[in-house]
């Protein structure tokens, strides 16, 4: 897991809701505001189950934080991960943050990110503070999905109060790594 504290790992990776020809999405360029970064997937049943949850908080939070998505799921055994089903995820949605795929998985590694939902909240000066779940709510439990733990670390850090270092870690589904070369 990465350790709290640690610097945002560096990224400059193409956007799936971007035009043709628009430049990728550089990590260096995210200046003045907290990062959060979530490792999403088109076709995760957690992801699915918290997508709703996603757009609230791009509407509660999307001014005041960077707001990315980055899916590293393989295409060779996930293809409806690639760019075309996650630009029907995000339309479906209503997501207008930064939607990027990280093809050969290198910033899923960087992150040591595992599963999705994954969330890695990093505050204004781009330290890590938050590694955890939305919240408490799985698919098929009764918890309401409300993004309270997530949420609970963006007010802190938005209020300039120290996050609780206290975190659960998020539960979805594996990265869905490259299979090895023959």
Not at 35 to 56: D, G, M, N, Q, T
Not at 128 to 154: I, K
């Amino acid at each position: 897991m990465l350790e709290l504290g640690t610097p945002l790992p560096g990224f400059r990776l193409p956007s799936v809701l971007a035009p043709p020809g628009a430049p990728p999405v550089d990590s260096t360029a995210l200046k003045g505001r907290p990062v959060l970064v979530l490792f999403l997937s088109a076709h995760c049943p957690y992801v699915k189950h918290i997508e709703a949850e996603l757009s609230r908080l791009a509407t509660d939070y999307g001014d005041r934080i960077h707001l990315i998505g980055i899916a590293s799921n393989s295409v060779l055994t996930h293809p409806q991960d690639g760019p075309e089903g996650l630009r029907a995820q995000a339309q479906a949605r209503g997501w207008s943050f930064p939607y990027l795929l990280d093809a050969d998985q290198s910033v899923a590694r960087a992150f040591q990110a595992a599963c999705t939902p994954d969330p890695f909240l990093f505050d204004a000066e781009h330290r890590l503070v938050y590694r955890g779940q939305l919240d408490g709510s799985r698919p098929g439990n009764a918890v309401p999905c409300d993004g309270h733990d997530l949420r609970t670390a963006l007010e802190a850090v938005l209020t300039g109060q120290t996050v609780d270092p206290e975190q659960r870690p998020s539960i979805g589904c594996n990265i869905k790594w490259h299979p090895p070369a023959a």
